[in-house]
């Protein structure tokens, strides 16, 4: 993997681009986090980092029984419970998975449903049989909301279905030994995964929660772990100025502090890595978007990711990207290699729309348009980076994911934030909870119903 971000440094100081001096006066400040985030490696409080050497010998032996049994694999689940599993399964396999013949897929048709949207919700069981459907129900919490609601009704689509035989077309993945969920799933004897104690949701891709899933698909997740783990050891071994994860988060972080690049824009120029943008969205803005700095002060800081992709947006976002507001961080996602060449034919020589394209080939034209996209944007100043895989694969993907992790956490060490917790993420939780009349919430429930409440003057 390389990244290439010279398209954000600028030789002149006070242009709108970064000198690498403004690089350099971080050093000592990122000394300081590195150091502090080895030490609690060390003391086990970073439990993520541990991923990629975990036995996944019970993974694979549930994933290879349910391949073979199940026509359908749904995972309920949402944010962290399922983002990450979207990201691998587009990523990883076939782009149009559930539409290939049996033999051809290796395993179920795969399902993210990620909402409870009724009409969504309502229509995945129009199309599924429930008895030849495994469902997965993922939350660490073992409470939230949107989960435990769509388990209720799996539950009852299933007893429907095949009676007492519901607990063999569930699986659940959730935390250790707390929550109602486990609580469950330890009465009903339902099988369970166990997503690791301080292991939040938006980082647990590469536990059960985003392994099972991927096992079940066919994707080697032993390979997939394999590259966070090459990718932890190029980190570990690399001085700061020359470490992926510290370098780009420095960017990131200057750019947005520093610069007015309140946003920061994922763009892959690789179908298969769109929805590594829709996951980054979660990582990025749920870890750094916060009110309340490290030392208790009203800070609001946070970078807003976007996520576009190639060449598609160049169609519908671009023009706001190189003429819009001076307030954007682009990040390519390339690739070297794609998985199939498409040759153009010769054909209509003569017509000047058509006749260059004789003998090329796509793979060629679309990463025309990404060089030619990011030459427009550093022609008017707008910072951008590019970050390529030779390929797309386990090993390049788990590479990818690691780093994004990690450099997330050096963000938050240089906005001076916790990057682990979500206050404002609980707060709305609670306030769901109250207005679905959940015990134990009445208070909340009165007074937000009291806030609530239209006032006459501005309906319409």
Sequence with gaps: MQIDFK???SPVEGADRITWAEVEALKKRGEAIDADLRARRGRGDLPFHDLPYQDVTSVL??????????ENFVVAGIGGSALGNIALQTALRHPHHNLLPEAQRGGPRMFFPDNIDPDMVGGL???????????????KSGSTAETMSTFLLV??????????????????????????????????????????????????????????????????IQVLLSGAAAMDARLKASALDRNPAYVCAALMYLADAHKGRRIVVMMPYVQALRDVADWFRQLWAESL????????????????????????????????????????????????????????????????????????????????????????????????????????????VGQLLYLLEVQTLYAGGLYGVDPLDQPGVEAGKVATYALMGRKGYEQQRVEILREIASDARYLL
């Design 7 to 9: 398209n954000m440094i």
């Design 61 to 70: 032996k549930y994933a290879e029984e349910a391949r073979g049994r199940f």
């Design 125 to 139: 069981f129009d199309v599924l049989d429930p008895k030849e459907t495994l469902f997965n129900v993922i939350t």
């Design 155 to 220: 539950r009852q689509a299933l007893i429907d279905a095949v009676g007492d035989r519901w607990r063999e077309h569930v699986v659940v993945t959730t935390d250790p030994a707390k929550g109602d969920l486990r609580q469950i799933a330890t009465e009903e004897g339902l099988t369970a995964f166990d997503i690791p104690e301080g292991v939040g949701g938006r980082f647990s891709v590469l536990t059960p929660v985003g392994l099972l899933s991927a096992a079940v698909s066919g994707i080697d």
């Design 289 to 396: 978007g916060k009110r309340l700095s490290l030392a208790g002060e009203v800070v609001h800081v946070g970078q807003t990711p976007v996520k576009a992709l190639g060449a598609t947006d160049q169609h519908s976002q671009m023009q706001l990207y190189v003429e819009g507001p001076h307030d954007k961080v682009v990040v390519f996602l390339a690739v070297e290699r794609y998985d199939r060449t498409l040759i153009f034919p010769a054909a209509y020589g003569e017509k000047a729309s058509l006749g260059y394209f004789s003998g090329r080939t796509m793979n060629e034209l679309i990463q025309a348009e990404r060089v030619a996209t990011a030459l427009a944007l550093t022609q008017r100043q707008r910072p951008n980076m590019t970050i390529t895989l030779p390929e797309v694969s386990p090993q390049t």
